[in-house]
């Protein structure tokens, strides 16, 4: 395999980034994946490590070099995440679970799998064109559907935050998985949290990603999503990936190639837990909460990681 990956992860304007993101590989098969976190104090941040952290833990186990079944092994982690979840909720006796949203992909053997759940996106794009994006699990995504407002008033929609499916709800979450596609030299795909797609077009996104190497990309693409959102943007997050060998001539591209890495390794880039501290809060996060939670976050993990 040859290919090029790059994340990035970013506050915005929020006192808190709730959003996690990773990416791991193996001989034959990569994995990306993007969790937006929803729930009060720091519980959100919590939901959406142990999320993303548990679907790359699984990753490592089963990609002996590659994922026997893609589609099923991204739906029973997510589901995986969720139970964990919801043990974390119960162990602290939380009024309301924290939430988060995923979206995950596997690329292997020249095709691309996905899945998620909430309104974290991931784009397909070969060139300028887009090849195929995720549907939102939105209010306002059913109410598009529904021909009630226009594609152009979702983004501006006072409702267009509220969600109807994510992991560590009352319901089990319906995992929705997208369909098999081919992937080609060349194309990229595009993981990110609503503070990006929300305020960017899928024109801006086009052209952002065919014009750089994926590593300058996604730069880019916050630093653009970062201006547009402002002092009250969200929190801001993106994984990208380009198929294959370098297409654009006369840009470097840090280029992965897997052909001599051994069979039964996994590389994984997943930041720590952290959360910002914020003094002036009711309850400000000490250091002993922090390794508390990172040693909560691990069994939940070994517990609920099949």
């Known amino acids: 395999m040859k290919?090029?990956?790059?994340?990035?992860?970013?506050?915005?304007?929020?006192?808190?980034?709730?959003?996690?993101?990773?990416?791991?590989?193996?001989?034959?098969?990569?994995?990306?994946?993007?969790?937006?976190?929803?729930?009060?104090?720091?519980?959100?941040e919590v939901a959406a490590q142990i999320t993303v952290q548990m679907i790359a833990d699984m990753f490592q186990k089963h990609a002996r070099p590659h994922i026997k079944d893609p589609h099923r092994f991204l739906s029973a982690a997510m589901s995986s995440g969720h139970e964990a979840i919801l043990d974390y909720t119960t162990k602290h006796n939380l009024m309301e679970s924290p939430r988060t949203t995923c979206v995950a992909a596997i690329v292997q053997q020249d095709h691309a799998y996905w899945a998620h759940v909430g309104d974290s996106r991931l784009y397909m794009f070969r060139g300028m064109r887009m090849i195929t994006r995720t549907k939102d699990h939105s209010k306002v995504q059913q109410m598009f559907?529904?021909?009630?407002?226009?594609?152009?008033?979702m983004y501006t929609h006072p409702e267009r935050n509220k969600i109807y499916n994510c992991l560590g709800g009352f319901l089990p979450p319906d995992v929705e998985l997208g369909k098999r596609m081919p992937i080609r030299d060349g194309d990229s795909l595009m993981l990110c949290s609503d503070g990006v797609w929300g305020v960017l077009s899928e024109a801006e996104i086009a052209s952002i990603l065919d014009t750089y190497t994926i590593t300058r990309a996604i730069p880019e693409l916050l630093d653009h999503a970062e201006f547009r959102g402002g002092e009250e943007g969200d929190n801001l997050t993106a994984v990208g990936l380009t198929w294959g060998e370098?297409?654009?001539?006369?840009?470097?591209?840090?280029?992965?190639?897997?052909?001599?890495?051994?069979?039964?390794?996994?590389?994984?880039?997943?930041?720590?837990?952290?959360?910002?501290?914020?003094?002036?809060?009711?309850?400000?996060?000490?250091?002993?909460?922090?390794?508390?939670?990172?040693?909560?976050?691990?069994t939940a993990i070994k517990k609920y990681s099949k």
């Open 3 to 44: 290919f090029a990956v790059f994340q990035q992860s970013r506050q915005g304007g929020r006192k808190y980034n709730q959003d996690r993101v990773a990416y791991s590989y193996s001989k034959d098969a990569v994995l990306l994946v993007v969790a937006d976190g929803m729930g009060g104090h720091y519980h959100g």
């Open 145 to 153: 559907d529904e021909g009630k407002i226009s594609e152009a008033e």
């Open 246 to 298: 370098p297409q654009k001539r006369g840009l470097h591209q840090d280029t992965v190639s897997t052909a001599q890495m051994p069979l039964a390794d996994v590389t994984t880039r997943l930041d720590p837990f952290s959360v910002q501290r914020d003094p002036a809060a009711r309850q400000p996060v000490t250091e002993d909460d922090i390794e508390r939670t990172i040693a909560e976050i691990q």
